[in-house]
């Protein structure tokens, strides 16, 4: 049975070499955001630049790898039933709540709950680089660069596998922004193989 992320919070597992990780929309338009970084040396963590750098695009599925800063491969997408992420944007945060939708008193967001998962691995919150916003659907202008927030293209029971390429430490959420997740917070469903 797949392990569930209640609605706006997340959590920290481990996992090593060779493992997959399969994390699923249980009932639909729902983002999770995904950390990494190396067990070994949490200075080494997941880099969107890198990653799109080497990608030469901003969408990615099955067959594209997520690097790190260092430019190792720390996961392989080998399976996506719904190809449409993001790997722009940060985690969701009392900042973004504050500034986007005027919040007088903010939830913590996906980056809240991340930095509370990850602290006991000794990752602190200015650590925190840009997540892959697993499901997240920001479709992009090509003319203007215009980016839009729109409802995940995920339907319930869809999934995305990552392998892992190297021990981790993985940071995930059930993401907490009425935007990204189509105006209702919904869990996540994970488990590691
Ligand atoms: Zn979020």
């Known amino acids: 049975m797949p392990h569930e992320i209640a609605p706006r919070s ?10 997959r990780l399969t994390v699923i ?7 999770a955001d995904l950390l990494a970084f190396s067990r070994s040396d949490v200075g080494e963590v997941i880099s969107s630049g890198r990653t799109l750098d080497y990608a030469s695009k901003i969408y990615l599925t099955t067959g594209d790898k997520l690097y790190s ?48 998962a990850l ?34 293209l995920s339907k319930a029971g869809d999934r995305i596998v990552f392998e892992a390429k190297m021990d981790l430490i993985i940071g995930l959420t059930a993401c907490s922004a009425l935007q990204s997740n189509n105006g209702r917070f919904k869990p996540i469903h994970w488990q590691v193989d």
């Not at 997340?10 to 493992?19: E, H, I, L, S």
């Not at 929309?25 to 983002?31: F, L, S």
């Not at 009392?94 to 991340?114: A, M, S, V």
């Open 10 to 19: 997340g959590v920290a597992f481990t996992m090593a070499a060779g493992q």
């Open 25 to 31: 929309d249980p009932m639909g338009e729902q983002v």
């Open 69 to 116: 800063n260092r430019s190792n491969v720390m996961l392989d997408i080998v399976v996506d039933e719904v190809g449409r992420h993001d790997f722009l944007l940060t985690p969701c945060s009392r900042d973004t709540f504050r500034i986007i939708y005027g919040d007088k008193d903010p939830h913590q967001g996906c980056f809240g709950n991340l930095a509370g």
């Open 119 to 152: 602290a006991p691995h000794g990752v602190s919150e200015d650590m925190i680089p840009t997540a892959f916003n697993i499901f997240m659907n920001v479709p992009v202008d090509g003319e203007t660069g215009e980016l839009r927030v729109e409802p995940p």
